[in-house]
């Protein structure tokens, strides 16, 4: 909006009074609501095939050039997975981290960027991504500060953002976003590097962020930063004890370190998607059974089997992502953290990299404990519903909404995990390292001892009866623990009081 | 023994054990994030400027207003910007006695007068300005005027300026809002001009000063 010049202009564009907007029409905001809704879940599935096709296109390129070197459908994963997915979704985390931190404490959040160059986006919010650009053009145009005393070591300080930033990216490679399919005639699946090492190269990967994190504060020539990279890097280690010792668990019951393998474990193998294709026009749904759910109706996931795996595994996570309650190393309102000097596109790359750093924990506790890709109960009909539709295959289908199932997952787990920020106070420093090295250690420890125990006495089924067991216990004590009555909070508030 | 053991200062705590434990509590934590969430992000964002008038079913918890787009209205009472009222034929009532200008502790309120050549009210203001920079909105202006011709009642405040100059608002952006009108207005304006048949003293004049004319 222009501002008129002169004063009686100026008073002339405004009313008389207030201005109260109208007040939408309910129904109509309802069909709104359901409209954008759906549009957002259809943008969603429409992406999942692009991820698929765009992998088809590289190695249909990779079959018109001599030289392939067999890299075509790397090549396209990375660009779908990791320079899409994980690069966009990271991306879009950066406002969603601000926007639904102010939904849980009934903010608007930040919507005053405005594409107001565009006509028909005029006064627009956008839901806030205008923000982003706003930020990346902020990031880009600051001057690139490199502070007096880091000028000895100006390689090193240079290196540490990329060495914070690369691994956060380079450990989507071993996620298996949907499973291996013939589509358009090639074999393709939504995997970087399907490799016999998968859960390996995650632990190796995790301890390269520790470098980089530990060069910035080192290299910055800064009290504070160097204090936030000892801590950062002291977590880092402590809790990555805790991450490798969880995913054993896993790999116990599951029986390989491959991702793919693993979450092709937890669902319906292709071969019995085919069959249950080809017996649709024949016989009944019963000839088709899922030979994956146990006792015949209970999902085979990851979190089943490993409850205290999995919970163990988010909050090691957490602690990896360095961010609440585990954000000491950044510590805002003390020390600022790690990356104090860092300025500029630098500064963004630490920033980009912990929410790449969440996609890619949210990404591996899907593959792992939730069922990766697979939708529960309803592959064979699926197949069976889509087998024709324009013209390509049930299976292909299928795969377009596992890999939407599989995004959902992720943003699931992400979302959860950006709950957690807010519904926990900043632990202590003392308080990471005992709750890292005198809890989550040994109970990581037994998960793994009574995991191999029970796998050898009991085989799967009493894995599955354990993680049921275990489920149970948890519910009962986070249901049952004593609970103290509204009364005895005042009570307790005015003796507080009275206390001190 | 005993006396040095109750000698160290045991902590105490209103925590049950369930709230030691941590867990249930976090989850419970997370239990009213979650619930802010959902019925923010799904809820039906009712405008009404009063928060405590937002109600009904799927209102969301969002108790902002987005400022410039949205406003409270402000209480009645409320001393907002002025304006000049208008008379039903749209000049200002404002007679030009400057009792305004006079009350005015600010000294914002610059008047020239001028006279109507055919109305039975003599004066009216040719400048009437207000320096809204100066004004510190006590009222007295509004106290101070016998004809109602000044208010504070537009319920807006001044409005932020990109220089100072565009602050000082002429009676053109004053003279605004519903016209006023009073029973007694009517023996005063629009009545034709009565101008006195000017009479020879019949004795001699006196001034202050004791002065006596011839």
């Not at chain 1, 909404?401 to 926990?424: C, D, E, G, P, S």
């Not at chain 1, 489920?471 to 009081?497: D, L, Y």
């Not at chain 2, 600010?106 to 009210?121: F, K, L, V």
């Amino acid at each position: 909006m222009a501002i008129p010049t002169t004063p009686s202009a100026r008073l002339a564009s405004e009313d008389f009074g207030p201005v109260t907007p109208p007040k939408p029409v309910y129904s109509q905001w309802l069909v709104k609501t359901i409209v954008g809704w759906s549009v957002f879940v259809g943008f969603l599935v429409a992406l999942s095939w692009v991820f698929l096709a765009l992998t088809r296109l590289f190695i249909w390129i990779g079959t018109l050039i001599p030289l392939d070197w067999g890299i075509s459908q790397a090549l396209g994963t990375i660009v779908s997975l990791v320079l899409v997915l994980v690069m966009v979704t990271a991306t879009l985390l950066t406002m969603a981290d601000r926007k639904w931190s102010a939904l849980m404490q009934d903010r608007v959040g930040p919507n005053r960027a405005r594409l107001s160059i565009i006509p028909f986006l005029r006064d627009k919010p956008l839901k806030g991504i205008p923000h982003i650009l706003a930020d990346v053009l902020k990031m880009v145009f600051k001057e690139d500060f490199i502070p007096q005393g880091a000028m000895a070591d100006r390689f090193l300080f240079n290196l540490a953002p990329l060495l914070a930033f690369a691994p956060a990216f380079m450990l989507f490679a071993i996620v298996p976003v949907s499973p291996e399919l013939t589509f358009w005639g090639a074999r393709i699946q939504l995997q970087v590097a399907r490799v016999d090492w998968g859960i390996l190269y995650v632990f190796a990967l995790a301890s390269i962020a520790v470098l980089g994190t530990a060069l910035a504060g080192w290299t910055s020539h800064n009290k504070l930063a160097l204090l936030g990279g000892l801590r950062a890097s002291a977590q880092l280690v402590s809790y990555e004890v805790t991450l490798g010792l969880t995913l054993v668990g896993a790999l116990i019951v599951f029986g390989t370190l491959r991702l793919d393998t693993m979450a092709q474990l937890q669902g319906m193998t292709e071969a019995g998607l085919r069959a249950a294709a080809s017996f649709a026009n024949r016989a009944g749904d019963y000839l088709v059974r899922d030979e994956s759910l146990l006792f015949g109706w209970l999902p085979a996931w990851g979190a089943l089997f490993q409850p205290v795996g999995m919970i163990l595994f988010l909050v090691a996570g957490q602690a990896e992502v360095k961010r609440a309650p585990f954000d000491t190393p950044e510590g805002d309102s003390e020390i600022i953290g790690y990356f104090l000097e860092y300025s500029g596109l630098k500064s963004g790359m630490f920033y980009i990299a912990e929410y790449a750093e969440t996609v890619v924990i949210s990404g591996i506790v899907t593959a792992i404990f939730l069922g990766a890709y697979h939708i529960p109960w309803l592959e064979p009909s699926i197949v069976r519903t889509t087998e024709g539709w324009l013209g390509a295959s049930g299976i292909a289908w299928l795969a377009v909404f596992q890999v939407f199932a599989f995004i959902v997952k992720m943003l699931a787990i992400i979302w959860v995990l950006f709950v957690v920020r807010w519904a926990f106070p900043r632990f202590r420093y003392d308080q990471i390292m005992r709750l890292g090295w005198k809890m989550m250690l040994p109970v990581s420890l037994v998960n793994v001892a009574l995991t191999g125990a029970i796998l050898l006495w009991a085989g799967r089924d009493g894995l599955a009866w354990m993680g049921i067991i275990e489920w149970i216990a948890i519910w009962f004590f986070v249901a049952f623990s004593a609970r103290a009555p509204q009364a005895a909070e005042a009570a307790g508030h005015s003796s507080t009081v009275a206390a001190h | 023994m005993d006396k040095a053991r109750d000698a160290i200062p045991v902590p105490e705590t209103d925590l049950s054990i369930g709230q030691r434990l941590y867990l249930r509590e976090a989850i419970r934590g997370m239990e009213v994030l979650a619930k802010h969430f959902w019925r923010n992000l799904f809820g039906y964002r009712d405008p009404a400027p009063e928060i405590l008038e937002r109600k009904g079913p799927g209102v969301n918890l969002v108790t902002t207003i987005n400022y410039p787009e949205e406003r409270k209205p402000y209480p009645p009472g409320y001393r907002g910007m002025h304006r000049l009222v208008p008379r039903i034929d749209g000049r200002p009532r404002c007679v030009a006695c400057y009792m305004c200008a006079t009350a005015c502790p600010a000294q914002c309120i610059y008047i020239e007068a001028g006279e109507y050549e055919d109305q039975a009210i003599e004066k009216y203001p040719v400048r009437f300005e207000i320096d809204e920079l100066r004004c510190i909105v006590c009222g007295f202006c509004v106290e101070a005027c016998p004809k109602d011709a000044i208010r504070m009642d537009t319920g807006t405040h001044a409005p932020a300026v990109l220089s100072r100059p565009l602050a000082v608002f002429d009676k053109e952006a004053l003279l605004k809002g519903p016209a006023v009108e009073y029973p007694s207005d009517a023996l005063t304006y629009g009545l034709p001009l009565r101008r006195p048949e000017p009479k020879e003293p019949e004795g001699p004049g006196v001034t202050s000063k004791g002065e006596v004319l011839r």
